[in-house]
Every structure is written in structure tokens, then in C-alpha cells.
């Protein structure tokens, strides 16, 4: 099964590339219905925007790492209760305290690779067991390490098939779809965050003048990524 996913992604991702968003999210709703999920960090609600319109009650999977602004656990409970949608929230096994008690306080600053394992790849991994795709809001345009993201591929790690959108988007046209749509954003980015993770200044800051939008997650520490789209 998963050596058939496996060409279907790379097939897909070579015959979408030049999709907009909304056909490339119609094709995984026809092909994986049930079997598909949207994640969201809950920064916007744009991608689940988008599936909502081709997908109504589709599966919007939110990781609540525990760590979270309260403003983005606000946009998750916004986004369930005013669009069609079905939220999804992913636990770590380990509350923040049991973390504490187990590895030591403040885990994020000492060790950002093993924090983000625990709150977010291992639930996330967890939590896409029962979905055979899953959508996400990358876009090329964000950092150097997503330039080169596919339109779907396939996630080897996972053994499953993988649905970026919104690759070839620009910033222009995430604020274009939003200001058309009346999409709900996180109350942060009025605030000058571009890029909103976990609470802590470690995880996420404010980004310098004139730095990228994903300068302020884990600034100065040489890390771009969580470990979910590595």
C-alpha cells in the first residue's frame, strides 16, 4: 500500500505543480477523503480555510504543546467554533510538569531538539496514524530550508503522503486570500511576530528589521526547524 502512495505522491506532485491551492486540495479530498487531515499551527486559519471550501468537515489537526500563547489557543477555538471544520487537538504524553519533574525546567532553552521531539513530532506523529495524507501550510518563500517544498511528496518518515498548497504562495497572496475571505488570523501578528511557535523568547520572538519571517523561532540558536518538516 504505502509503495502505491508512494508513486502517487511523486506522480501527483510533478501533475499539481502548477495547480492553484484549491485543486491541488480538491484532488486529496477525491483521492484520500476521510483519510486526509490538515495541520495548523493556528498562526492563520488559511489552509483550513481552503479545504473547509472543498471539504466541508474536513480534520484540522492542532498540537498543544502546552507552551502555547493564549491568543493561539483563542485562534484554535476560533476556528472550531466558526468554521466547518473538525479541530483535532494533539497531546504530548507528558504534561509540561511531568516534563519538568522528568528532564529539568525550562527543557526548551537547554535542549530545543529534545523539547520539540516530545511536544511536537512524537504527537504528531502519533496523531497522523488514522490518515493516509495530511496537509500543511508550508511555502517556499519562508525560509531557505522550505524553498524547494513540493506541492505533494512523499513523507518517507511517515509513510505518507504529504500536501503543501500553498508551496508556491508569497506573503502577498496569504494576505490577499485573507483580506478576500475575512480568514481569522492569530491576534500576534498585529503584533509584530511573523512566525508563531511556542511561547517561550527561546521559541519564539519578535524578528529583527529587515530579518526573514522565521528569523524570531529559536533566534540565535542556529535552528529553523521543529523536526516535524525535517
Known amino acids: 500500500m504505502s509503495t502505491d502512495l508512494e508513486e502517487l505522491a511523486t ?3 510533478r501533475e499539481l505543480e502548477e495547480a492553484t491551492a484549491q485543486e491541488i486540495l480538491r484532488w486529496a479530498a477525491d483521492t ?3 483519510r486526509l487531515c490538515v495541520t495548523s499551527s493556528m498562526a492563520d486559519a488559511v489552509v483550513a480555510h481552503l479545504a473547509a471550501t472543498v471539504f466541508p468537515g474536513v480534520d484540522v489537526v492542532f498540537l498543544d504543546t502546552g507552551y502555547h500563547f493564549a491568543e493561539t489557543i483563542g485562534t484554535r477555538d476560533a476556528v472550531a467554533a466558526t468554521m466547518p471544520v473538525n479541530v483535532v487537538t494533539l497531546t504530548p504524553k507528558l504534561t509540561v510538569a511531568e516534563q519538568d519533574a522528568r528532564y529539568g525546567p525550562r527543557l526548551h532553552d537547554r535542549d530545543p531538539d529534545l523539547c520539540c521531539s ?4 512524537e504527537p504528531l506523529n502519533r496523531g497522523l496514524g488514522g490518515y493516509d495524507a495530511w496537509a500543511t501550510g508550508l511555502r517556499r518563500d519562508e ?3 522550505r524553498a524547494n517544498t513540493p506541492v505533494v511528496a512523499w513523507d518517507a518518515r511517515r509513510r505518507k503522503v504529504k500536501i503543501a498548497p500553498i508551496a508556491r504562495w508569497t506573503q502577498d497572496d496569504v494576505d490577499d486570500y485573507v483580506n478576500a475571505n475575512g480568514v481569522l488570523l492569530n491576534p500576534l501578528l498585529w ?3 511573523t512566525s508563531i511557535g511556542c511561547s517561550p ?3 519564539t520572538a519578535k524578528p529583527g528589521e529587515g530579518e ?3 528569523a524570531g523561532r529559536w533566534a540565535g540558536s542556529g535552528r529553523t526547524e521543529c523536526g516535524i518538516h525535517n
Open 143 to 145: 525560509s531557505p530550508t
Open 32 to 34: 484520500f477523503g476521510s
Open 212 to 214: 526573514s519571517g522565521r
Open 118 to 121: 516530545l511536544r511536537k513530532v
Open 191 to 193: 503584533e509584530g511576530y
Open 11 to 13: 506522480r501527483a506532485g
Open 201 to 203: 523568547l527561546s521559541c
